[in-house]
């Protein structure tokens, strides 16, 4: 590789482990934050569980967008990494390594950390989302008593002018409002979901690619 193309691969590979970093270290926190807002906060009285389920949804999706950001930058990490014929293929953890100093035992642990707090946020809003089910805009009563159900009776029922369906019950027994419960938006609240985790398959699969890659053998010059 030439002196050029060496010092484009180091730049490249510098920003995406700076871009790594930011977006592991950044979640990492949001999440544990999050988890405790899903959970109802610190306070005595949890909200209504329309409302807690819509937070669920918001956790999800970031969580789910971040997991996309994070397979796709690693996965450009690796193939670049093995142009330069790098020893070590994971991204550097920028607070702690540079690509002159790396440490393989904080690397790994990293991608590790990242990992296990991407995949424990996927069950703490993943599992409190699943307990959803579709209202009327202003029915206390969900349209089925389930996840899957509730919303084929609501794509069956369509909606002719929104808001149409609530994610959860955002109206009480005494016909109050509950503020602090998303809309159902046909085809796209879910839909948003389906969309990242069509990015993450396809982040995966680059990733896949990128590992058996190997760089091209160098010119022999005189």
């Not at 956790?59 to 450009?76: C, N, Q, R």
């Not at 790994?108 to 996927?122: H, K, Q, R």
């Not at 998303?182 to 995966?204: K, P, R």
């Amino acid at each position: 590789m030439s002196g050029r193309g060496l010092t484009l691969c180091l730049s490249y590979t510098r920003t995406i482990a700076e871009l790594w970093t930011w977006i592991g270290n950044l979640f990492i926190p949001l999440a544990i934050g999050w988890a405790v807002y899903v959970r109802g906060g610190l306070t005595d009285k949890p909200p209504p569980e329309g409302v807690l389920v819509s937070r669920a949804y918001w956790g999800l999706l970031v969580t789910l967008i971040v997991a996309a950001a994070l397979m796709w930058t690693l996965a450009f990490y690796v193939q670049i990494a093995k142009r330069k014929n790098a020893l070590l293929l994971v991204p550097p953890n920028t607070t702690f390594e540079d690509e002159a100093v790396r440490s393989r035992i904080i690397s790994w642990a990293t991608v590790c950390a990242f990992a296990l707090a991407v995949s424990l946020a996927l069950i703490v809003f993943g599992v409190r989302y699943g307990e959803s089910q579709i209202h009327r805009w202003d029915d206390p009563l969900a349209l089925q008593g389930d996840f899957l159900g509730s919303r084929t009776k609501a794509y069956a029922l369509g909606c002719p002018k929104q808001p149409c369906f609530a994610i959860g019950q955002r109206i009480d027994g005494a016909n109050s409002p509950i503020f602090g419960v998303n809309e159902y938006i046909l085809y796209v609240s879910d839909g948003g979901l389906v969309v990242v985790v069509l990015l993450i398959v396809a982040g995966g699969v680059a990733l896949i690619r990128a590992n058996p890659y190997q760089p091209p053998p160098a010119l022999f010059e005189l």
